[in-house]
């Protein structure tokens, strides 16, 4: 099956659909680093983008998508967030930077058999509430375009007019469904939210739902306080405890939980050498070199070697803080290579990042984790395969 990728980054959307099956014809990115690191990539024939096609470096309002109406299974893209994101600026509709309207067009002019879109948790906060419905009714009807004087409120009670009103056939239609994916819930060592938008094109009548949730913490917390998760890992007799503020909780455990441990920072790095020391195991291994600089303050704290890492962040304003520090059980802290923050996003060992240390660490905290891309873009294309089956799970 065919795609195409907009706003691709370092790729890990994109990748996740490579692997469920998806060849992208078109991978669109306006940043120079993330063109260079797909580049160096597909250069190399590494991985999931050896077979990619060259990417198209520049602003996507200049990309013409028409030629391939009609060619193309799944549109994929995570439109920029910074609009919607909890440390930005919070301009939403009224920035600049907001994408969206250019995501929907793309789904106008190449009227692909489904999408997948996704942006930060934060375009849900009720702040956004009413440009949120905005969003979801223009994947609905792309066809229906606002005029180029206007508003977006305008063109929102317009959407909802023929939203309410239609009768029979509406042209190109889709039918959208979104949900906030943690992603630690789905087996990624990381606890990332984000936003997820699906849809069908509504002629294809398939019926899908979000795939369901195979991993917890409280299995992760079964497994520490009464499996094998510290002999497992050969941990230090003084490194065997988990966090206080979870005790009560894994005390309240009556039975072992069906679902799978989440993937602690420990089960994702575990295995890689001590960047610290820098020795000849360490430089194995592609960016995984020590950055130095960190520090633990209030806030900025870092992530617990035996839980999932927090949200790794883009450091848009200035070098990433507390989310991108590993927190190791004596209480120190250093920052995470490259490579330790890759495997976290799930990218594969092979995968080289382009840029200095804060600039691929910008990349990996914008980056959609391979893993989770994987998970819904397999669901998807199981529905396009299978048609209207209502058994697939």
Not at 76 to 82: D, K, L, V
Request: with cysteine; glycine share 10%.
């Amino acid at each position: 099956m065919k795609s195409i990728e907009l706003f691709a980054g370092a790729g890990g959307l994109g990748m996740g659909v490579s692997c469920a099956g998806f060849a992208p014809q078109a991978v669109v990115e306006w940043d120079r680093w993330c063109c260079d690191t797909i580049r160096e990539n597909r250069r190399d024939g590494l991985g999931l983008v050896g077979d990619w096609p060259e990417p198209t470096e520049g602003d996507v309002r200049d990309v013409d998508f028409r030629e391939h109406e009609g060619k193309i299974d799944l549109v994929t893209g995570g439109p920029p967030c910074q609009p919607f994101s909890l440390g930005g600026k919070h301009r939403a509709h009224a920035d600049s930077r907001d994408m969206w309207p250019q995501a929907v067009r793309a789904l106008r002019e190449t009227k692909p058999r489904a999408f997948i879109f996704e942006n930060v948790k934060g375009l849900t906060r009720e702040t956004f509430a009413t440009y949120f419905s905005h969003i979801v009714l223009q994947m609905t009807y792309p066809d229906l375009v606002a005029g180029p004087d206007e508003s977006w409120e305008t063109h929102l009670r317009k959407l909802e007019k023929h939203h309410t009103g239609r009768r029979g056939p509406a042209g190109l239609e889709y039918r959208v469904v979104s949900r906030v994916l943690n992603a630690a819930n789905y087996g990624i060592p990381q606890r990332r939210e984000r936003v997820v938008f699906v849809g069908f094109r509504s002629d294809l009548d398939i019926k899908w739902a979000f795939p369901l949730e195979t991993h917890s913490m409280d299995a992760m917390l079964w497994d520490q306080t009464r499996g094998n998760y510290w002999d497992r890992h050969k941990a230090r007799k003084a490194d065997r405890r988990i966090g206080d503020r979870h005790v009560e909780r894994a005390e309240r455990l009556d039975g072992k939980p069906t679902t799978a441990p989440w993937r602690t920072t420990r089960d994702a790095i575990g295995d890689l050498p001590d960047p610290e020391h820098q020795s000849r195991d360490a430089m194995k291994y592609h960016n995984h070199r020590f950055q130095p600089g960190a520090r633990s303050y209030p806030g900025h704290t870092g992530s617990p070697l035996d839980e999932p890492a927090k949200t790794l962040k883009a450091g848009v304003h200035g070098v990433p803080g507390g989310e991108n520090m590993l927190l190791r059980p004596d209480g120190s802290v250093r920052y995470f290579t490259v490579r330790e923050s890759a495997r976290l996003q799930t990218f594969p060992d092979n995968f080289r990042f382009h840029g200095a240390w804060s600039e691929t660490m910008r990349q990996l905290g914008n980056a959609v984790p391979v893993e989770l891309a994987h998970i819904v873009a397999r669901s998807v294309k199981r529905h396009l395969d299978f048609g209207g089956a209502d058994f697939l799970k």
